[in-house]
């Protein structure tokens, strides 16, 4: 595989706002919503959408969608529990239980001299 070379692609203030319109489309228009498949349909390096602070406001739309349908459809077992859970995983959900055990042990050493036992 090559390494690209070059600048990085930059967008004009009208290129964003078109891009923020598609966005806005696709979220509204997709059941779950991913960013890959939108980077991917709009021939968009998928790394723009992070570095480019107008598109945060929708990328954080995109995934509370996303999030939302994932669990809505496991739940209904309309999607595919595992794939859900999968996705979800990558969303910052955990199925691992954590356990904190508090508190302390002390020990006291009588000593032999002592009257107290």
Not at 4 to 21: D, F, H, N, W
Request: proline share 3%.
């Amino acid at each position: 595989m090559t390494r690209k070379v070059g600048r990085p692609r930059t967008y004009s203030k009208e290129q964003i706002e078109e891009i923020k319109e598609k966005l806005s489309n696709y979220i509204d228009n997709s059941s779950v919503p991913i960013i890959a498949e939108f980077a991917y349909q709009n021939d968009i390096p998928r790394q723009t959408f992070y570095d480019y602070e107008e598109f945060s406001t929708l990328i954080k739309k995109l995934l509370d969608k996303k999030e939302a349908q994932l669990e809505r459809g496991a739940l209904s077992s309309i999607l595919n529990s595992t794939m859900a859970v999968f996705s979800l995983k990558q969303l910052g959900w955990r199925d691992k239980q954590e356990i904190q055990v508090g508190g302390g042990v002390n020990i006291v050493y009588a000593d032999k001299d002592d009257k107290e036992l």
